[in-house]
C-alpha cells in the first residue's frame, strides 16, 4: 500500500508541473507517444513555469533520491539544454531547510547535552540545506569556528518507500523486458540501496572524511576538513568550518584571477590519484560540494565536502580499468575487446574480432576530432550501447565510479572548456602501471609482505622435507606405471616436482626480500624458480 501510494503521487507531481511536456519533440516510439496524448491531465490544466523551473520544483517535492539524480545532471550541463541545467544547479543548496529549533532538539537528542554546554555560539539559520540533511553554523568554547551537520527528521522513512518502489520497478523491468537481466536492475537499486542509506549515518561520513584527510595529507591539490569526533553522532557530525568559492561560481573565481587550466587539471588528477593510488573515490563530486580555496588563486586548491558517498574498486577492477584507459588513448581497440573478455563484462563466447570492429565504430569518429573536443562521456555513452549488442552486463560496483567520472568532466569542462581528459589522465596511468607491473613492483609487494614470510621461515625445512617426500613417491608411482601402464594424466606424475620446484624457489625468494636492500642485487636464480611458480600456478588453474 505504501508503494502504492508513493507511485499516486509521484504521478500526482509530474502531472501537476505537467512533466510530459519535456517529451515534445523527442524522437520516441509509437506507443510513448499515444500514452502521452492519453493522460487525463494534459487536457485538464497547464502550468505556466518555464520547463526547468518545473523539473526543478518536481524533484524537490519527490524527495532526496529524485534530488539527488538532478544534482547528477546539473554537472553535465554540455549535455543539457542550457535553461533545465540552470535551474537543476539550484539543487545543489537551495533545497527547502527544516525548522532550525527541530534542529537543534535533534542535536541536544543526539549529544545528550544542551546546545550552549556543547557550542559558545550556535545558529538556528542554516548555512545550507541539501536533499538528506542541512547545515548549521558555530563555534566550540575551544574558539574553533564549526559546521554542525544535522540528518533530515523522517527522511529514513521517505528513503525507505522510494527505494521500495525502485525494487519493485526493477523486479518488474527484469521479467517483462529483454535487456532487463543484462542490465541487472535489482543489483543495482541494491547498490545504491546500500550507497544512500550508509550516507543517513553521519559516523560513516565522518569516517570517510578522515580517511580522505590521510590520503591527502598536506597536499597542495586538494583539502579535507579535520573531523571533531567528540561532537560526532549518527545524526549529529561536526566538522571544521572551511572558507572558500563555490566551484560553480565562476564570476568569483574569475575575480580572485584563478588558473583555471590548471584547477581543471587538478580536478581530474584528484580524482585518477583517489582511483587509482588510493582505491577510495568521493563519489558525490557534484558542484555543491566542491570549493576553492581564496589562497593561491594561481596555484589552486580544491576544498571538498559531504562524504557520506564513497566508493572502491578491487585490484582487479582497477587493473582492468587502467588497461582499457590506455588502451583507449592508444586506439587498441582489439585489447579493449580481449579485456571485457577477460573481465568478464561480457560473455566468453563473444567474437572478439567482431567486438572489437563495433567499438572502433564508435571511437575513431572522436579520434578524428581535436583532442579538445572529445567528450569522454559520449565515448562511455556510445561503448555502453555498442556492448548491449553483444550482452554486456552492468557491473553495479562501477556505477559509482561512471557517475564520478561523468561529473568530474562536466565540471572540469564547466572550468575550462578546452580541457583535454584524456591527454590530462593518460601520463597518470601510464606511470600507475609502470608502478604496477615489473620487477620494482614484485619487489615492493614482496617487501611489504616481508614480515609475514619471515614469521614462516621456520616451517620451510619442513615444507621442503615434505616436497622431497612427494617427489620420491611420485618417482614410485612413475616406476609402478611404467610396469603397469594405465590411463592417466601426464600432468599429474610431473606435479610434485613442479611444486618442490616453487616451494624451493618461494623459500629463496622470500629469504632474499629481506637480506637484499636492492631488487637488481638478487640473484637470478631466484627470479628463475619464481617464474617457475608462476607458470605452474596459471596451468594448475586452466587445468
Known amino acids: 500500500m505504501s508503494r502504492l501510494l508513493r507511485l499516486l503521487k509521484i504521478t500526482r507531481v509530474v502531472a501537476r508541473y505537467r512533466l510530459d511536456n519535456l517529451f515534445d519533440g523527442l524522437p520516441l516510439p509509437w506507443y510513448v507517444r499515444a500514452w502521452l496524448m492519453l493522460v487525463p491531465w494534459r487536457y485538464l490544466w497547464r502550468c505556466q513555469r518555464p520547463r526547468g523551473e518545473r523539473l526543478r520544483l518536481a524533484m524537490e517535492e519527490l524527495g532526496p533520491i529524485f534530488v539527488k539524480f538532478g544534482q547528477m545532471l546539473s554537472t553535465r550541463q554540455d549535455l543539457l539544454p542550457e535553461d533545465i541545467a540552470a535551474e537543476l544547479t539550484l539543487l545543489q543548496d537551495r533545497v527547502p531547510p527544516f525548522c532550525g529549533e527541530r534542529a537543534v532538539r535533534i542535536v541536544e537528542r543526539a549529544l545528550g547535552q544542551t546546545v550552549a554546554e556543547l557550542f559558545s555560539e550556535f545558529d538556528s539559520t542554516p548555512l545550507a540545506s541539501a536533499s538528506v540533511a542541512q547545515v548549521h553554523t558555530a563555534r566550540l568554547h575551544s574558539g574553533e569556528a564549526v559546521v554542525v551537520k544535522v540528518i533530515r527528521p523522517g527522511i529514513n522513512r521517505v528513503i525507505r518507500q522510494d527505494v521500495s518502489l525502485l525494487f519493485t520497478l526493477a523486479h518488474l523491468v527484469q521479467a517483462v523486458w529483454s535487456e532487463g537481466r543484462r542490465l541487472r ?319 624451493v624457489g618461494a623459500a629463496l625468494l622470500s629469504a632474499q626480500v629481506v637480506t637484499w636492500p636492492q631488487v637488481e642485487a638478487m640473484p637470478p636464480a631466484s627470479w628463475v624458480l619464481a617464474a617457475a611458480g608462476v607458470v605452474l600456478l596459471s596451468l594448475e588453474r586452466r587445468r
Request: proline letters at 6%; one cysteine or more; aromatic letters at 12%.
Open 185 to 503: 536492475p535489482v543489483e543495482v537499486v541494491a547498490e545504491y540501496e546500500k550507497t544512500i542509506f550508509d550516507e543517513l549515518d553521519l559516523r560513516r561520513e565522518a569516517g570517510n572524511a578522515s580517511q580522505l584527510k590521510r590520503n591527502f595529507e598536506n597536499s597542495p591539490i586538494l583539502y579535507v576538513p579535520e573531523v571533531y569526533w567528540d561532537y560526532t553522532h549518527r545524526d549529529v557530525l561536526v566538522m571544521e568550518r572551511i572558507y572558500g568559492v563555490p566551484v560553480s561560481d565562476v564570476a568569483s573565481l574569475k575575480a580572485q584571477q584563478t588558473d583555471f587550466r590548471l584547477l581543471a587539471e587538478r580536478g581530474v588528477e584528484i580524482f585518477f590519484t583517489q582511483v587509482f593510488r588510493d582505491s577510495f573515490f568521493h563519489a558525490d563530486m557534484h558542484p555543491g560540494n566542491v570549493y576553492v580555496s581564496h589562497q593561491h588563486p594561481q596555484d589552486p586548491q580544491y576544498i571538498a565536502l559531504d562524504f557520506g558517498i564513497v566508493g572502491s574498486l578491487t585490484p582487479e577492477d582497477q587493473s582492468y580499468l587502467a588497461r582499457n584507459f590506455l588502451a583507449f588513448f592508444k586506439r587498441d581497440y582489439k585489447q579493449v575487446a580481449q579485456l571485457h573478455v577477460e573481465s568478464g563484462w561480457v560473455p566468453r563466447d563473444t567474437n572478439v574480432n567482431d567486438f572489437e570492429s563495433a567499438i572502433r565504430s564508435v571511437c575513431e569518429p572522436f579520434f578524428e576530432k581535436p583532442l579538445k573536443e572529445i567528450s569522454f562521456g559520449q565515448v562511455l555513452l556510445g561503448l555502453f550501447q555498442t556492448a548491449r549488442r553483444y550482452n554486456m552486463e552492468v557491473q553495479p560496483q562501477l556505477v559509482l565510479l561512471q557517475k564520478t567520472l561523468l561529473n568530474i568532466e562536466g565540471l572540469g569542462r564547466q572550468l575550462y572548456p578546452d580541457l583535454d581528459l584524456w591527454q590530462t589522465a593518460k601520463p597518470f596511468l601510464e606511470k600507475w602501471m609502470r608502478e604496477r607491473v615489473g620487477a620494482r613492483a614484485l619487489y615492493r609487494n614482496m617487501k611489504e609482505r616481508a614480515p609475514e614470510l619471515i614469521e614462516h621461515l621456520p616451517q620451510m625445512p619442513q615444507l621442503f622435507h615434505g616436497a622431497l617426500q612427494q617427489l620420491k613417491q611420485l618417482e614410485e608411482l612413475e616406476l609402478a606405471a611404467r610396469v603397469n601402464p594405465e590411463p592417466r594424466r601426464g600432468w599429474d606424475v610431473h606435479w610434485g616436482r613442479l611444486a618442490g620446484l616453487v616451494a
